[in-house]
């Protein structure tokens, strides 16, 4: 079983920056991590991995300093590593992102794919979902837990809602988003660190895959930024220390008295 797992770096939250003539996110220079909820689909895949003969892939798509985050996944037990960049790439909304991503995932080959149920510098939740559609195949979003039965070759997989769970049953190629709570990710190994440093990260351009040229970048994406702004807070604000009985009656009489409730 060949297992891809679609991973983002993105901007340490308190760090973001925002480019004021294409409204993007500016990355150059900003701290960055991986995202939680496509770390914690590593962690999965590299359970399966230990229960079975599998084999694990990690792609992101990003700018050449992603290929730290994908070093990390390396050393965190990855046998694979690829990073699909390229000038033409850049601007790409969730639709012509997750394009690109699904047309390198093809060119791979997977059995299974997982992915972060969204990334923490757009929250759109969308790449995964759309990587499925574009492949055609089935799709299984914000999961809290999966189970592998080599016998059958199903996976059990918890699905979790607002106000209950849902267990469902999928057998042949299908693509998980993952919850970052769902399971506690593993640290790198001090052999891994040591392994990585031997192995190559692969990069996968726009000349190795088949997709439009009008379908990627800023041209392909029908989606558009028209400004930002950043959130102003007023500090002049009163205070008031009260039992929690008063505190919750004077919090509704200030939502009802703005027709909020």
């Known amino acids: 079983m060949k297992i891809i797992v679609c991973m983002k770096q993105v901007p340490n939250t308190t760090e973001i920056k925002i480019d004021p003539v294409t409204n993007t996110l500016k990355r150059d220079g900003v701290p960055s991590i991986i995202n939680p909820d496509d770390k914690a689909?590593?962690?999965?895949?590299?359970?399966?991995?230990?229960?079975?003969?599998?084999?694990?892939?990690?792609?992101?798509?990003?700018?050449?300093?992603?290929?730290?985050?994908?070093?990390?996944?390396?050393?965190?037990?990855?046998?694979?590593?690829?990073?699909?960049?390229?000038r033409a790439f850049a601007g790409s909304d969730t639709l012509a992102t997750s394009t690109i991503i699904a047309a390198a995932v093809d060119k791979l080959g997977y059995d299974l794919i997982i992915a972060g149920r969204q990334a923490i510098d757009g929250d759109t939740a969308q790449v995964g979902p759309q990587i499925a559609e574009h492949l055609g195949i089935p799709q299984i979003t914000y999961v809290a837990g999966v189970k592998y039965d080599a016998a059958s070759g199903a996976f059990e997989v918890n699905r979790r809602f607002e106000d209950?769970?849902?267990?469902?049953?999928?057998?042949?190629?299908?693509?998980?988003?993952?919850?970052?709570?769902?399971?506690?990710?593993?640290?790198?190994s001090v052999n891994g660190i040591v392994a990585q440093e031997g192995k190559e990260v692969g990069k996968i351009t726009f000349a190795d895959i088949t997709v439009d040229p009008a379908d990627i970048g800023l041209k392909g994406s029908?989606?558009?930024?028209?400004?930002?702004a950043t959130k102003q807070f007023d500090d002049n604000r009163e205070i008031l220390e009260?039992?929690?009985?008063?505190?919750?009656?004077?919090?509704?009489?200030?939502?009802?008295?703005k027709h909020l409730i």
Do not use: H, N
């Open 164 to 188: 209950r769970y849902q267990l469902l049953e999928v057998k042949g190629k299908v693509l998980f988003t993952m919850l970052s709570d769902a399971v506690k990710p593993r640290y790198m």
């Open 41 to 86: 689909a590593l962690e999965v895949a590299l359970t399966l991995k230990e229960q079975t003969d599998a084999t694990v892939a990690v792609v992101s798509m990003g700018p050449p300093q992603a290929e730290i985050a994908l070093r990390e996944a390396l050393a965190m037990g990855a046998d694979e590593a690829w990073l699909i960049t390229d």
């Open 242 to 257: 009260l039992d929690p009985v008063a505190a919750a009656k004077t919090i509704v009489d200030a939502l009802d008295a």
């Open 222 to 228: 029908p989606t558009k930024v028209k400004s930002t």
